[in-house]
C-alpha cells in the first residue's frame, strides 16, 4: 500500500496570504500509462470532498486559478497564491495510480 | 449537472447487513468507473472499493474483503454496496464517487453507517 504523507496537519494562514501544503508518497506514483494519479480534495465544515486537481497540476472544473498543483514522482505540493475565507477546511491529497487508492491524513487549513 | 444521491445508511447491529445505494444522473453513467470512500466521524477518508464501467472488474481495500460487495446496475444508473458482518470500526459516512480514469471527480453527500448495539 503507498502510504501518503501530508505536512503541515494544521496550518493556520492570514487572510490574502498564501498556503502551502506539501504530499509525500512512499513510492512513486508515474502509473505504467505515464500518467501521475495524484489528486487534491478540498473538504469544507460539513461537506462532502471536492476535487480541486488532477495529475499533479491540472484544477478541475470551476476551481479557482489562486489553487495550483506541482511535483513529480513522490514530492507534492498544493498551493494557494492568496487564502480567501471560504477556502477553510481540509485538504487531502489522493493517489489513484495503484491499488488499493489512498489518502493523505488531511491538513487542516484555518484562518488566523 | 453531475448528481450522485446515496440511501441506504442507517443503525446496524455488530454482525449485521446493510445495502447502500447510490443513483446517478446528469451523466452517462454507464462508461464510468464508480467508487465508494468512507469518513469515520471526525476522522480522514478511507478508500474503500471501485468497480469498473462494466461491472466486470472489482477492487477492494484489505479491511472489507468478503465482507462488502460492490455492484452496478446501469440500466438504472445505481451503484450498491452490499456490507455484511458489519463491524464497530465499520462506522462512518460512506460517499460514492465518480472516476474519470485516475481521480475521484464528483462525490455524493454521503449516506451514515452507524454499527452498534
Known amino acids: 500500500e503507498i502510504v501518503m504523507t501530508q505536512t503541515p496537519l494544521s496550518s493556520p494562514v492570514t487572510l490574502g496570504q498564501p498556503a502551502s501544503i506539501s504530499c509525500r508518497s512512499s513510492?512513486?506514483?508515474?502509473?505504467?500509462?505515464?500518467?501521475?494519479?495524484l489528486s487534491w480534495l478540498q473538504q469544507r465544515p460539513g461537506q462532502p470532498p471536492r476535487l480541486l486537481i488532477y495529475?499533479?497540476?491540472n484544477r478541475f472544473s470551476g476551481v479557482p486559478d489562486r489553487f495550483s498543483g506541482s511535483g513529480a514522482g513522490t514530492d507534492f505540493t498544493l498551493k494557494i497564491s492568496r487564502v480567501e475565507a471560504e477556502d477553510v477546511g481540509v485538504y487531502y491529497c489522493m493517489q489513484a495510480t495503484q491499488f488499493p487508492y489512498t489518502f493523505g491524513q488531511g491538513t487542516k487549513l484555518e484562518i488566523k | 449537472d453531475v448528481q450522485l444521491v446515496e440511501s441506504g445508511g442507517g443503525l446496524v447491529q455488530p454482525g449485521g447487513s446493510l445495502r447502500l445505494s447510490c443513483v446517478a444522473s446528469g451523466f452517462t453513467f454507464s462508461i464510468y468507473a464508480m467508487n465508494w470512500v468512507r469518513q469515520a466521524p471526525g476522522k480522514g477518508l478511507e478508500w474503500v472499493s471501485v468497480i469498473t464501467n462494466s461491472g466486470g472488474s472489482t477492487s477492494y481495500t484489505d479491511s472489507v474483503k468478503g465482507r462488502f460487495t460492490i455492484s452496478r446496475d446501469n440500466s438504472k444508473n445505481t451503484l450498491y454496496l452490499q456490507m455484511g458482518s458489519l463491524r464497530a470500526e465499520d462506522t462512518a459516512v460512506y460517499y460514492c464517487a465518480r472516476e474519470p480514469t485516475g481521480t475521484l471527480d464528483h462525490w455524493g453527500q454521503g449516506a451514515l453507517v452507524t454499527v452498534s448495539s
Open positions: 495529475k499533479i497540476s
Open positions: 513510492q512513486s506514483l508515474v502509473h505504467s500509462d505515464g500518467n501521475t494519479y
